[in-house]
């Protein structure tokens, strides 16, 4: 008998013991998903596009860094988002092609769905939220938009806008205006009045929308920060309304820094819910459709610049910050190795280089055109400002490639030829030939670009856009969900996991 009393109160016991058990892990789990928004949600998100910057481009920075700061030995010099420490490949292709836009390749990161190309977050008659439009809404985070290009060109406009056609430059504007983010900054309005010139200023209708709209350099003025919403606008703007490429202007290595050191100032102000803020580096892309290598590498180093800034915020805020690195996709075919100079690299030789191709052409080509410059002289400007010659005794000055060889001479010279007679053109309007070697792009700067690029060790096979994967890097709250190999839709989808949307 007192054996089975002891039996009974030993399966009480257990029972008791079971349902404590069981109560504690409730009252943990609770406290856990309750507390979730403090202490488990990256509360500060940095997302940083290099638009068109692929592993090549990346890696080419890097040894080009090494090159200079080494020059008698092989040590790569790293970028500061090259120490992060997770690291991830993201595929990009979209509804229609393997080879992406930046519509549909940016719209797959913000809304992480698949695009068709040219269109921005919309596919199928239907358009998405995006990542930056629900931390806004349903987490009232403040969200901010940067970009070295047009505020309301496509890769910003992919974390606002719904559009069927990127080309839809002032519609995206109106879509800026509703989104009623707090802080945009970067290049001017594309398409500011419209596509017949009709319609009302854009930066007239972002005033009545109740923004602050300065026009700045690289100084901080953000004297009301926090109490309004905010759009910089570069001072310094191109032809078409971007920021001025670094190699033209060196003071722009610091513009997208600056931007985002204003951002956090403005985002961060008397405001605990957190921010979400995308930085674009637009203008790689631009020099990668051009071939225009080093003129990729300062872009670069520029949109690192800005990322070092955002580390800066990471290290007085660990637990709370996310900082990711990624492209939309890669441009160029850039290619680390050229048949000519062997398994070396002369990655020096591109510090020749004095101006990019646009303002080569702006300022030379559209002149030589106008009055029929001779050859022989044209060869004096592209010694001084590109560092290749046909004088062999200039070599130790300028490296020990940058004499010209008699095919490289030949081909330069037929290239100028066609610049002088035809110029640029449209791609119907060329032979296959014609635009596999220079595409939409000017002749003569695209053959001079080639030879240095060629005699650096370098070779880009396209003047558009390739398939490749590209890498995604990461530090802070959740880095680890960003490790491995995933679609460009899971960006968005990890997150959207991270911040419990």
Same mark, same amino acid.
């Given at each position: 008998?007192?054996?089975?009393?002891?039996?009974?109160?030993?399966?009480?016991?257990?029972?008791?013991?079971?349902?404590?058990?069981?109560?504690?892990?409730?009252?943990?789990?609770?406290?856990?998903?309750?507390?979730?928004?403090?202490?488990?949600?990256?509360?500060?998100?940095?997302?940083?596009?290099?638009?068109?910057?692929?592993?090549?481009?990346?890696?080419?920075?890097?040894?080009?860094?090494?090159?200079?700061?080494?020059?008698?030995?092989?040590?790569?010099?790293?970028?500061?988002?090259?120490?992060?420490?997770?690291?991830?490949?993201?595929?990009?292709?979209?509804?229609?092609?393997?080879?992406?836009?930046?519509?549909?390749?940016?719209?797959?990161?913000? =809304?992480? %769905?698949?695009?068709?190309? #040219?269109?921005?977050? !919309?596919?199928? $008659?239907?358009?998405? *939220?995006?990542? +930056?439009? /629900?931390?806004?809404?349903?987490?009232?985070?403040?969200?901010?938009?940067?970009?070295?290009?047009?505020?309301?060109?496509?890769?910003?406009?992919?974390?606002?806008?719904?559009?069927?056609?990127?080309?839809?430059?002032?519609?995206?504007?109106?879509?800026?205006?509703?989104?009623?983010?707090?802080?945009?900054?970067?290049?001017?309005?594309?398409?500011?009045?419209?596509?017949?010139?009709?319609?009302?200023?854009?930066?007239?209708?972002?005033?009545?929308?109740?923004?602050?709209?300065?026009?700045?350099?690289?100084?901080?003025?953000?004297?009301?920060?926090?109490?309004?919403?905010?759009?910089?606008? =570069?001072? %310094?703007?191109?032809?078409? #309304?971007?920021?001025? !490429?670094?190699? $033209?202007?060196?003071? *722009?290595?610091? +513009?997208? /820094?600056?931007?985002?050191?204003?951002?956090?100032?403005?985002?961060?102000?008397?405001?605990?819910?957190?921010?979400?803020?995308?930085?674009?580096?637009?203008?790689?892309?631009?020099?990668?459709?051009?071939?225009?290598?080093?003129?990729?590498?300062?872009?670069?180093?520029?949109?690192?610049?800005?990322?070092?800034?955002?580390?800066?915020?990471?290290?007085?805020?660990?637990?709370?910050?996310?900082?990711?690195?990624?492209?939309?996709?890669?441009?160029?075919?850039?290619?680390?190795?050229?048949?000519?100079?062997?398994?070396?690299?002369?990655?020096?030789?591109?510090?020749?280089?004095?101006?990019?191709?646009?303002?080569?052409?702006?300022?030379?080509?559209?002149? !030589?055109?106008?009055?029929?410059?001779?050859?022989?002289?044209?060869?004096?400007?592209?010694?001084?400002?590109?560092?290749?010659?046909?004088?062999?005794?200039?070599?130790?000055?300028?490296?020990?490639?940058?004499?010209?060889?008699?095919?490289?001479?030949?081909?330069?010279?037929?290239?100028?030829?066609?610049?002088?007679?035809?110029?640029?053109?449209?791609?119907?309007?060329?032979?296959?030939?014609?635009?596999?070697?220079?595409?939409?792009?000017?002749?003569?700067?695209?053959?001079?670009?080639?030879?240095?690029?060629?005699?650096?060790?370098?070779?880009?096979?396209?003047?558009?856009?390739?398939?490749?994967?590209?890498?995604?890097?990461?530090?802070?709250?959740?880095?680890?969900?960003?490790?491995?190999?995933?679609?460009?839709?899971?960006?968005?989808?990890?997150?959207?996991?991270?911040?419990?949307?």
């Amino acid at each position: 008998m007192l054996g089975g009393l002891d039996f009974v109160m030993s399966n009480q016991l257990k029972r008791v013991i079971v349902s404590l058990i069981v109560i504690v892990a409730a009252i943990y789990t609770y406290h856990n998903v309750s507390n979730m928004a403090d202490d488990s949600y990256p509360k500060y998100i940095f997302l940083f596009i290099g638009d068109g910057m692929g592993s090549a481009q990346i890696q080419m920075v890097s040894d080009y860094l090494g090159t200079i700061e080494h020059p008698d030995t092989i040590k790569p010099e790293k970028l500061s988002f090259l120490k992060f420490p997770s690291t991830g490949l993201a595929t990009n292709y979209d509804m229609m092609s393997y080879i992406p836009d930046s519509a549909s390749s940016g719209s797959a990161i913000a =809304s992480g %769905k698949k695009i068709p190309t #040219g269109s921005i977050n !919309y596919a199928k $008659d239907k358009t998405f *939220q995006t990542i +930056a439009e /629900k931390l806004y809404q349903k987490k009232h985070y403040k969200v901010g938009i940067i970009s070295s290009v047009n505020i309301n060109h496509t890769t910003p406009a992919d974390f606002y806008a719904h559009q069927v056609s990127r080309k839809n430059d002032y519609d995206i504007g109106i879509e800026l205006i509703k989104s009623q983010f707090d802080f945009f900054a970067g290049g001017g309005f594309r398409g500011e009045y419209g596509i017949d010139g009709t319609k009302e200023s854009l930066n007239q209708l972002v005033k009545k929308a109740g923004y602050s709209v300065y026009e700045v350099g690289n100084e901080s003025i953000c004297k009301d920060r926090g109490k309004r919403k905010q759009i910089l606008l =570069s001072k %310094k703007q191109d032809s078409q #309304g971007a920021l001025p !490429y670094i190699m $033209d202007d060196k003071e *722009q290595l610091g +513009a997208l /820094k600056g931007f985002v050191k204003q951002g956090i100032s403005c985002l961060k102000t008397n405001h605990e819910q957190g921010f979400f803020l995308m930085v674009e580096g637009g203008k790689i892309d631009w020099a990668c459709h051009q071939n225009d290598t080093a003129t990729c590498i300062q872009e670069i180093l520029g949109l690192n610049e800005a990322v070092e800034e955002a580390v800066q915020f990471y290290n007085k805020h660990k637990k709370e910050t996310l900082i990711l690195v990624t492209a939309d996709h890669e441009t160029g075919g850039l290619s680390l190795g050229y048949s000519a100079t062997g398994y070396s690299l002369y990655l020096e030789h591109l510090n020749n280089q004095k101006i990019s191709y646009e303002q080569f052409y702006n300022q030379y080509v559209t002149k !030589y055109r106008k009055e029929n410059t001779d050859f022989q002289e044209v060869l004096s400007d592209v010694e001084e400002l590109f560092g290749i010659t046909t004088n062999s005794n200039k070599q130790q000055e300028l490296g020990i490639h940058s004499v010209l060889t008699y095919s490289q001479l030949k081909a330069l010279e037929g290239a100028y030829i066609e610049t002088l007679q035809i110029g640029t053109q449209k791609q119907s309007h060329m032979t296959e030939k014609e635009y596999t070697m220079h595409g939409k792009n000017d002749p003569f700067i695209s053959q001079i670009l080639r030879i240095l690029a060629n005699k650096s060790g370098v070779n880009w096979s396209t003047n558009g856009h390739s398939g490749v994967c590209v890498p995604v890097f990461a530090i802070g709250n959740g880095q680890e969900l960003f490790d491995g190999y995933y679609d460009n839709t899971d960006i968005c989808k990890k997150l959207e996991k991270l911040t419990g949307i």
